[in-house]
């Protein structure tokens, strides 16, 4: 998964990321974050693609 560390908390903060969190600590399953990014729904797309899909949704 590619992204930077700061928008991974801030996903985490909306509870759009499955973790478990224990304290103040979070913790991350591995296979849990690989399967949830390879689901088509979780799929955020590069700024090319969300500008395109911002423009079609505009225009229908």
Excluded at 12 to 34: A, D, H, M, Q
Excluded at 35 to 51: I, N, Q, V, Y
């Amino acid at each position: 998964m590619k992204c930077t560390k700061g928008t991974l908390y801030q996903r985490t903060s909306k509870g759009i990321v499955p973790l478990y969190k224990r304290g103040r600590k979070l913790y991350f399953s591995k296979t849990e974050l690989e399967s949830w990014a390879l689901d088509p729904k979780h799929r955020f797309g590069t700024l090319e693609e969300l500008e395109q899909r911002g423009l079609k949704y505009c225009t229908n």
